[in-house]
Protein backbone atom coordinates (compact mmCIF):
# COMPACT_ATOMS: atom_id res chain seq x y z
CA UNK A 1 0.00 0.00 0.00
CA UNK A 2 0.92 3.56 -0.83
CA UNK A 3 -0.39 6.68 0.13
CA UNK A 4 0.44 10.47 -0.47
CA UNK A 5 -0.88 13.15 2.23
CA UNK A 6 -0.88 16.47 1.36
CA UNK A 7 -1.21 19.60 3.77
CA UNK A 8 -0.43 23.51 3.65
CA UNK A 9 -3.44 24.58 1.75
CA UNK A 10 -5.81 26.93 2.95
CA UNK A 11 -7.25 30.54 2.55
CA UNK A 12 -4.64 33.76 1.13
CA UNK A 13 -5.28 37.30 -0.54
CA UNK A 14 -3.96 37.47 -3.57
CA UNK A 15 -0.54 38.26 -3.89
CA UNK A 16 0.73 35.99 -0.71
CA UNK A 17 1.83 32.74 -0.54
CA UNK A 18 1.38 29.26 0.42
CA UNK A 19 3.75 26.02 0.88
CA UNK A 20 2.17 22.95 -0.20
CA UNK A 21 3.70 19.36 0.96
CA UNK A 22 3.11 16.01 -0.29
CA UNK A 23 4.49 12.56 1.54
CA UNK A 24 4.60 9.55 0.09
CA UNK A 25 4.54 6.54 2.46
CA UNK A 26 3.97 2.88 2.90
CA UNK A 27 5.43 -0.34 0.74
CA UNK A 28 7.95 2.44 -1.61
CA UNK A 29 10.87 1.22 -3.03
CA UNK A 30 11.51 4.18 -5.07
CA UNK A 31 9.98 7.61 -6.65
CA UNK A 32 10.50 8.53 -10.54
CA UNK A 33 8.41 11.57 -10.83
CA UNK A 34 6.12 13.71 -8.26
CA UNK A 35 4.11 16.23 -9.25
CA UNK A 36 1.46 18.68 -8.76
CA UNK A 37 -2.17 18.99 -10.50
CA UNK A 38 -4.93 21.15 -9.45
CA UNK A 39 -8.77 20.96 -10.69
CA UNK A 40 -11.54 22.98 -10.37
CA UNK A 41 -15.33 22.66 -10.26
CA UNK A 42 -16.34 21.62 -13.98
CA UNK A 43 -13.07 21.45 -15.70
CA UNK A 44 -10.12 18.97 -15.97
CA UNK A 45 -7.48 18.37 -13.82
CA UNK A 46 -4.68 20.05 -14.99
CA UNK A 47 -0.70 19.69 -14.57
CA UNK A 48 1.01 22.65 -12.52
CA UNK A 49 4.28 21.34 -12.07
CA UNK A 50 6.18 17.99 -12.22
CA UNK A 51 9.90 17.14 -10.78
CA UNK A 52 11.78 13.89 -11.87
CA UNK A 53 13.58 11.81 -9.29
CA UNK A 54 17.00 13.89 -10.67
CA UNK A 55 15.54 17.76 -10.31
CA UNK A 56 14.42 18.15 -13.74
CA UNK A 57 11.27 21.09 -13.45
CA UNK A 58 8.22 21.59 -15.87
CA UNK A 59 5.74 24.21 -15.05
CA UNK A 60 2.39 25.31 -16.84
CA UNK A 61 2.65 28.45 -18.15
CA UNK A 62 0.13 30.15 -15.79
CA UNK A 63 2.24 29.58 -13.08
CA UNK A 64 5.88 29.85 -14.51
CA UNK A 65 7.88 32.69 -11.85
CA UNK A 66 5.23 31.99 -9.25
CA UNK A 67 5.45 28.38 -8.53
CA UNK A 68 8.13 26.25 -7.71
CA UNK A 69 8.30 22.73 -7.14
CA UNK A 70 10.83 21.01 -5.39
CA UNK A 71 11.15 17.47 -3.68
CA UNK A 72 12.88 15.37 -0.80
CA UNK A 73 14.14 12.19 -2.11
CA UNK A 74 15.54 11.08 1.37
CA UNK A 75 11.68 12.02 2.86
CA UNK A 76 9.97 11.00 -0.05
CA UNK A 77 8.09 14.31 -0.29
CA UNK A 78 7.58 16.85 -2.72
CA UNK A 79 7.14 20.42 -2.16
CA UNK A 80 5.36 23.27 -4.28
CA UNK A 81 6.36 26.50 -3.22
CA UNK A 82 3.44 29.40 -4.45
CA UNK A 83 3.40 33.08 -4.38
CA UNK A 84 2.58 35.86 -6.17
CA UNK A 85 -1.00 34.06 -5.34
CA UNK A 86 -3.97 34.77 -8.10
CA UNK A 87 -7.58 34.12 -7.57
CA UNK A 88 -7.15 32.06 -10.82
CA UNK A 89 -4.40 29.84 -8.95
CA UNK A 90 -8.35 28.89 -6.51
CA UNK A 91 -8.50 25.05 -6.77
CA UNK A 92 -8.30 21.45 -5.04
CA UNK A 93 -4.35 21.15 -5.64
CA UNK A 94 -3.83 16.84 -6.08
CA UNK A 95 -0.41 15.35 -5.34
CA UNK A 96 0.62 12.61 -7.96
CA UNK A 97 3.77 10.18 -7.61
CA UNK A 98 4.78 7.15 -10.06
CA UNK A 99 6.02 4.79 -7.72
CA UNK A 100 7.82 1.42 -7.78
CA UNK A 101 6.37 -0.54 -4.74
CA UNK A 102 6.59 -4.06 -3.20
CA UNK A 103 3.38 -4.57 -3.95
CA UNK A 104 3.65 -4.42 -7.52
CA UNK A 105 6.63 -6.12 -7.36
CA UNK A 106 8.48 -3.39 -8.45
CA UNK A 107 6.41 -2.36 -11.45
CA UNK A 108 5.85 1.51 -11.17
CA UNK A 109 2.23 2.80 -10.77
CA UNK A 110 0.63 6.31 -10.38
CA UNK A 111 -0.40 7.17 -7.21
CA UNK A 112 -2.95 10.61 -6.01
CA UNK A 113 -3.42 12.30 -2.79
CA UNK A 114 -6.89 13.12 -1.84
CA UNK A 115 -6.45 16.95 -2.20
CA UNK A 116 -5.79 20.46 -0.56
CA UNK A 117 -7.80 23.26 -1.18
CA UNK A 118 -6.32 26.26 -2.07
CA UNK A 119 -8.41 29.87 -2.15
CA UNK A 120 -6.86 33.23 -3.41
CA UNK A 121 -9.37 36.14 -2.36
CA UNK A 122 -9.19 39.01 -4.45
Known amino acids: QVQLVESGGGLVQAGGSLRLTCAAS????????MGWYRQVPGKQRELVAQ???????NYADSVKGRFTISRDNAKNTVYLQMNSLKPEDTAVYYC????????????????WGQGTQVTVSS
Open 96 to 111: KANVRSLITSGFANDY
Open 26 to 33: GSILSINA
Open 51 to 57: ITRGGST
